[in-house]
């Protein structure tokens, strides 16, 4: 990568870094960080980026019902990177999926909230977890609407890391053949992978290049303002209905908790010290 | 037996809108008729197996039944974590439709033999597993295929194969077929399954010329295996031989070894005929491949009689 695309990504970072977070995204942090201590355990980085993103998702762009999980016109959304699910969980539980005390037997014996998504939790479209499995389910969600003649969308949430899956690239050009106007991929574009940099690990830049050329309508997002995430979506939904589209969306990882960010160690955590929960506002254990 | 599943399929969409046809690159022309009929239920995709597995997956969650149909080793090795997590794990209604189970592309040399596809879908939760001896009993497994609620992958021989079923045996998923004409007072007990069954057949005829009696087991379902039936012929014999054209690791005659043990009696000797542990080595045709591991008539009856002579010291 030369040093001016470096370098834009150090401002844009820096843009993204510096994204206060409303009171919404902080009691969905809440409830994160709540989870993870009852359970002890939890991918809280991969989580932290996402929570902007599927909390304006659910408050503003897919059509749902929380009473009904399984309604046939709802839109359908995927998380593929199974990994941030206690993002997803948070903002299910605050929708009214299942009592948000859910979130205290996370990964315990009988919880129906695992480590990774699996489809006995209300909500929860597909399991996921094994990366680059959600783009070609979200295809043959996507052609199944088109087949049984629904205008369901579907949305299908990536990891940065994620996309390094050769099985993403076979569904980017599946969906190109099929002019799939009703599907979005997403890109949590959060610029760390589990090992390090997505630079140094292995760079998929030109990102916004590579999805165009698969002939995906590109759109990109601060991935932690909710007022640029609605602008965008909207957009995104209002696109002419005859091509897929990409948002990628900046993020920070662990954004919420200063420790966290930008900082690969946090890409897992089993105990979570009380500072941390000072910062988010959780001042005591529960 | 590829010509009448793939016509199956199109007579099964003439009759359910939920069925789908999924392929992989095959050949041009492939099911014309459907693809001119039912355009949105017809699909040729590129040479992308772990993106398909996921769109049928997809699909099949919205309740379509999508038959996928490749070379078996491309729809079984490549895409193994699809077909496990995307198919497997939310127990979804897509067949896999695998061409030239064993030796069947013996020319073509390992990549393109499947001798461990029965192994590694058997060891697979909720995936069910079929080995249908001709294109008769095909047509019967594309017909019970339906409406079965699980994966199926159902793997096909080389075509042209002898019609050696039976309509008045009937036909379940999951069940035996008791291939003999008089089951009573046999030596020894066959179990194969696919075209194999054919070979313990006619083996069972040159067996019954030299004086010994053999009950030959069709087993056209790997998975769920049909414990019962096994085991109950197995009690009234003092030899079972296995075969398959398949790796003797974890196909037919590991189920049927495990069936024995798991029933907690004394069981019978038991040998197994199947592929020994390795890649082909040779090339030529596929009953060339199968007589390398005496997969063949001659090979089984050689099985019997050797195992029942050992039974006897």
Redesign the interface.
């Known amino acids: 990568m030369n040093d001016a695309i470096k370098s834009a990504y150090a401002t844009d970072l820096g843009r993204v870094q510096d994204q206060p977070l409303d009171e919404g995204g902080r009691h969905l942090r809440r409830l994160i960080i709540r989870a993870i201590d009852k359970g002890k355990r939890g991918h809280i980085g991969p989580a932290l980026s996402l929570v902007e993103i599927i909390r304006v998702l659910y408050d503003d762009v897919l059509r749902h019902r929380p009473a009904e999980p399984k309604w046939p016109d709802r839109d359908r959304f995927i998380l593929s990177k199974g990994h941030g699910c206690l993002a997803l969980y948070a903002v299910l539980a605050d929708k009214g999926y299942f009592p948000v005390a859910e979130l205290d037997r996370f990964c315990h014996f009988d919880s129906i909230l695992g480590g990774h998504p ?2 006995v939790t209300p909500g929860v ?3 996921t ?2 990366l ?2 959600g ?14 003649r629904r205008d369901s969308r579907v949305v299908v949430l990536m990891g940065d890391g994620e996309i390094n899956e ?2 993403v690239w ?2 980017a ?2 969906a190109d ?1 099929h002019r799939l106007g009703n599907l979005t991929a997403i890109i949590d574009y959060n610029k760390l992978q589990s090992a390090g940099s997505v630079f140094e690990i292995q760079n998929m830049e030109p990102l916004a290049d590579k999805w165009a050329s698969f002939g995906f309508q590109v759109l990109e997002a601060n991935g932690h303002d909710v007022t640029d995430l609605r602008r965008t979506f909207a957009h995104a939904m209002a696109l002419p209905p005859n091509q897929p589209r990409v948002i990628i969306c900046h993020t920070v990882k662990g954004k919420g908790i200063p420790a966290a960010e930008n900082n690969a160690s946090w890409h897992h955590k089993a105990e979570l010290s009380d500072d941390v929960r000072q910062a988010i506002g959780l001042a005591e254990k529960d | 037996m590829r010509k009448r599943c793939l016509d199956m399929v199109y007579a099964l969409a003439q009759r359910d809108d939920r069925v ?1 046809f999924i392929g992989s690159d095959l050949s041009p022309g492939l099911l014309g008729e459907m693809k001119k009929a039912y355009p ?2 017809y ?1 040729m ?2 040479v ?1 197996e ?15 039944v999508p038959y996928v149909n490749t070379i078996a080793t491309f729809i079984t090795r490549r895409c193994y ?2 077909v496990a ?2 198919l497997c ?2 127990d979804l209604p897509v067949r896999l439709i695998g061409n030239g189970g064993g030796y069947v592309y013996a020319p073509l040399g390992p990549t393109h033999q499947a001798i461990e596809d029965l192994a590694i879908m058997r060891a697979l939760p909720n995936m069910t597993v079929t080995a249908v001896c001709d294109a008769e009993e095909m047509t019967r497994l594309m017909n019970a295929s339906l409406d079965w609620p699980h994966p199926i992958y159902i793997r096909l021989a080389k075509g042209g194969d002898p019609i050696v079923s039976r309509p008045d045996k009937g036909f379940a998923i999951g069940k035996a077929i008791d291939m003999s004409e008089d089951a009573g007072n046999a030596d020894a007990l066959l179990v194969a399954t696919g075209v194999a069954t054919t070979a313990a057949l006619e083996a069972s005829k040159r067996l019954a010329e030299d004086g010994v009696r053999c009950r030959v087991l069709h087993v056209h379902t790997v998975k769920p295996l049909d414990s019962h039936a096994i085991v109950a012929a197995a009690r009234e014999v003092r030899l079972v031989v296995t075969v398959e054209e398949h790796s003797v690791i974890g196909g037919l005659g590991s189920a049927v070894l495990e069936a024995l043990a798991d029933a907690g009696e004394a069981m019978p000797r038991v040998r197994r005929l199947g592929i020994g542990d390795e890649f082909a080595k040779h090339y030529g045709n596929q009953q060339k491949l199968m007589d390398v591991w005496g997969i063949n008539a001659q090979g089984i009856a050689g099985a019997v009689t050797d195992g029942l002579a050992r039974a006897r010291q």
Do not use: T
């Open positions: 699996e489809v479209e597909a399991c977890g094994a680059g499995h783009l070609p389910i979200g295809i043959g969600l996507a052609l199944a609407a088109r087949i049984q050769g099985s076979e569904a050009a599946c053949k | 789908v949105q239920r699909f995709e590129g992308a772990a993106n398909i597995i996921g769109v049928a997956a997809g699909m099949a969650m919205e309740g379509l974590e699809q997590l995307d794990l939310h």
